[in-house]
């Protein structure tokens, strides 16, 4: 016998299938609302990937940017997007729709709510234009799904995902995905620092940790911290550079090598892998929380920064955007906290905790003790 609520979710998918209780759920006078609400949600789950290529299109047309200066009308828009008056009246009735730009007076257009958060967040503008690749993958996801199709631009941007000799990786070959990260660690950054504090600690060592951007706002928090990057050769330099602009370069030591086959670096009290361990299958991921705990001393901590399967408010997130954005990459899935907390105390720490971020959408957080 099934459990009850199993027995209960049975009944309903029942009732919700049959035709007639949709017809009574439409005109009852109780039920319309929600029945209105649940047609809505389920029109976005198919209409989204339409709603995403208009974001794009905003995007790559820099219409954010251009309402940033103040509305325009019509006439002055299609004009600076470089489009006729059609094809912008059809670009601004989707972006309307999708609250992406508002309507002003004097006939005028300015930024929408969602158009504004995203010039406050150009990480997020960077994302989008990112996705590209990632619809291209995901234009035959069944095929994705048997392994027939085996995608390829997501696995181009980032090569190190399939590659056999990562180490081996050129400037060229790093440098858009390293700028993408960069762009987007801000606000991640920011929810680990606030979550986590990094008072009491003397030495942070970033592994994976991309072109310094996170150990840069750590530094600014903590005058007293001293830091350690260790990222693939080519992604390395770029952190070193970094670190000599922001006058970093006495307090970093960088370290280039990569995590599969090269030592991690003795030295640090707690170390960070932020949106690293979700990149890798399981093997490897293993592998990598191994050698971290093999640099730590006992007591020293681990963090983990990453959004995580199974939070609640960030289901779609973890579940759906990132197990399909990694699969098309070719390697990692989003891990839920138990399963990140089994590998740990595989990889010998002795506790691992999970820290609430002020956004989980962006990040959860994973505190471990060697
Ligand atoms: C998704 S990015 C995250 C970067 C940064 N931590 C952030 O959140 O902005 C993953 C990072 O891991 C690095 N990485 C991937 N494979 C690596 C390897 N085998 N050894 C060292 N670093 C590696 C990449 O170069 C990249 O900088």
């Not at 920064?305 to 199974?310: D, K, M, N, Q, V």
Request: glycine fraction near 10%.
């Amino acid at each position: 016998m099934w459990p009850l609520r199993d027995q209960l979710l049975s009944f309903r998918d029942r009732v919700l299938s049959d035709p007639r209780f949709q017809r009574f759920a439409t005109t009852s006078r109780v039920m319309s609302p929600i029945a209105r609400r649940q047609a809505r949600s389920l029109f976005d789950l198919c209409a989204g990937f339409v709603y995403s290529q208009v974001l794009l299109a905003c995007v790559e047309l820099d219409l954010f940017r251009i309402l940033e200066a103040g509305p325009l009308d019509a006439e002055a828009l299609s004009a600076e997007l470089d489009l006729t008056p059609e094809a912008t009246s059809r670009l601004l009735t989707a972006a309307l729709a999708l609250g992406l730009v508002d309507r002003r007076g004097g006939g005028r257009y300015g930024l929408g709510m969602h158009g504004a958060a995203l010039v406050a967040n150009k990480g997020i503008q960077a994302m989008v234009a990112h996705h590209r690749a990632l619809y291209r993958d995901l234009a035959d996801p069944v095929a994705l799904l048997r392994g027939e199709d085996q995608g390829g631009a997501l696995a181009g941007y980032w090569p190190y995902a399939k590659g056999d000799t990562p180490g081996a990786l050129g400037e060229a070959d790093v440098a858009s995905y390293t700028q993408l990260m960069s762009a987007s660690q801000t606000l991640v950054a920011e929810q680990v620092l606030h979550a986590y504090s990094l008072a009491g600690h003397d030495t942070l060592l970033d592994v994976g940790g991309g072109d310094g951007t996170f150990l840069c706002a750590a530094a600014r928090r903590n005058p007293g911290l001293r830091l350690q990057l260790f990222d693939l050769p080519a992604v390395a330099r770029r952190a070193e550079t970094r670190f000599e602009q922001e006058g970093l370069a006495i307090r970093a030591q960088t370290f280039g090598g990569s995590f599969f086959d090269d030592p991690l670096p003795n030295g640090a009290d707690v170390v960070s892998l932020v949106r690293v361990l979700h990149d890798h299958d399981d093997d490897r991921a293993q592998h990598l929380l191994r050698a971290v705990r093999n640099v730590l001393p006992r007591g020293g901590v681990l963090l983990i920064a990453e959004p995580l399967a199974g939070t609640a408010g960030a289901e779609r997130m973890g579940g759906a955007y990132f197990g399909f954005y990694l699969m098309a990459m070719g390697s990692g899935r989003p891990r839920e906290f138990a399963d990140v907390a089994a590998m740990l105390s595989k990889a010998g720490f002795a506790a691992q905790r999970l820290v609430r971020t002020a956004v989980p959408l962006q990040t959860s957080l994973i505190v471990a003790t060697a």
